[in-house]
């Protein structure tokens, strides 16, 4: 079992950046692909950046070019760096994780941190 805990989240005014972490417990953090989903209220939860256990990444159309994920195996955390943000990218954002040897969907998920920006 893998437990993840989001940190980071909090209210910024839009242009501004928040860097957001997740601490990932209990497997080997090596191993899993990571990634960041948000949740928009009224709207679906949608996958904002992924990372592979090799480190490479692909992010949602949305956020190309101002986000950045990244992650640190020292430390068993993933990070996602949010520049120039809007105020459509206000939503609770979800830390994730799979097993590489996993298909399909992500069976590990965090608590969710908000993130709210302003206008």
């Known amino acids: 079992q893998v437990q993840l805990v989001e940190s980071g989240g909090g209210l910024v005014q839009a242009g501004g950046s928040l860097r957001l972490s997740c601490a990932a417990s209990?497997?080997?953090?090596?191993?899993?692909?990571m990634a960041w989903h948000r949740q928009a209220p009224g709207k679906q939860r949608e996958l904002v950046a992924a990372v592979t256990a090799g480190g490479r990444t692909n992010y949602a159309e949305s956020v190309k070019g101002r986000f950045t994920i990244s992650r640190d195996n020292a430390k068993n955390t993933v990070y996602l760096q949010m520049d120039s943000l809007k105020p459509e990218d206000t939503a609770v954002y979800y830390c994730?994780?799979?097993?590489?040897?996993?298909?399909?969907?992500?069976?590990?998920w965090g608590q969710g941190t908000q993130v709210t920006v302003s206008s």
């Open positions: 994730s994780g799979k097993p590489i040897y996993a298909s399909g969907s992500y069976p590990y």
């Open positions: 209990g497997s080997r953090f090596s191993i899993l692909a």
